[in-house]
């Protein structure tokens, strides 16, 4: 299949990621998560390629809030968790685990249910040669979403154990927020010998953003401390602030306590 993805750089306060997903034979797009409607209506218009369809991976408003913009300007149908209707006005489409989103002719994406950062979370997985994952506030670059606005901790270590970790290790990683660096930082704070993390701040420090480091599910495992939760390392940091965890501390446990750090990191 031939897809062709493109990113767009928001430059906001909160470091959106914005996207669109087009089908090379027919120019069709699906939007993800457009909140800077203007930049995305722009670099469709440049490109030639119509958008169709938007894709909002949870309801927060800094993923939902330039939905009207799109669709008043192009007729694009809203899709959404299925369960996510009352707070995403105008939503068309609810979507399970295992809902296909074609776009065009060559482009299939796949819905995965992801709990955790809110409950009504949508990931996309692409059915291409090289798998890409559109991951929302899910998963980021070297971090994880936080649980603050309507999440669950436990539910974010399930999607992250029993989902994300078992995809392709090639998988291409695209989130919704460019916090790369600070969450690099945090790694190698938790994990002072990681070789990996450290190398990468050093090539993403002061990046364009414009055309972003795009990690693979490989370099996550790698570099993200949310997926090195039996690390010796990991877990030995850990037990200086939280002396009675265990020798051989559980995932779900280890998870939690890196989130509450990362909390106020």
């Not at 414009?210 to 690390?231: G, S």
């Amino acid at each position: 299949m031939s897809m062709i993805v493109k990113q767009i750089w928001t430059a906001n306060p909160y470091r959106n990621f914005n996207y669109l997903v087009v089908c090379s034979e027919t120019g069709e797009a699906l939007a993800i998560d457009p909140l800077d409607s203007t930049k995305c209506l722009q670099a469709a218009k440049d490109a030639g390629w119509e958008i169709t369809q938007i894709l909002n991976t949870h309801e927060h408003h800094d993923h939902i809030g330039g939905n009207q913009a799109v669709v008043d300007a192009t007729g694009a149908k809203v899709l959404a968790h299925a369960k996510a209707g009352h707070a995403i006005p105008g939503m068309f489409r609810g979507l399970i685990a295992g809902d296909i989103i074609n776009v065009g002719k060559t482009v299939e994406l796949e819905a995965l249910d992801t709990p955790g950062h809110t409950m009504c979370h949508i990931c996309l997985r692409s059915h291409t040669d090289v798998p890409a994952l559109f991951s929302g506030d899910t998963l980021f670059n070297a971090g994880a979403g936080n649980c603050h606005n309507g999440g669950n901790v436990t539910s974010l270590y399930k999607t992250f154990s029993q989902q994300l970790n078992l995809l392709p290790s090639n998988t291409l990683i695209y989130p919704g927020h460019d916090y790369i660096e600070n969450n690099l930082l945090f790694t190698l704070n938790r994990e002072p010998d990681n070789e990996s993390a450290a190398e990468l701040l050093q090539q993403v420090n002061g990046q364009d953003v414009n055309d972003a480091h795009v990690t693979t599910l490989q370099t996550e495992r790698l570099i993200n401390t949310f997926f090195r939760l039996d690390h010796t390392s990991v877990q030995e940091q850990l037990r200086v602030v939280f002396p009675e965890l265990a020798d051989q501390a559980d995932g779900e446990t280890v998870f939690a306590k890196l989130r509450e750090l990362r909390n106020s990191w």
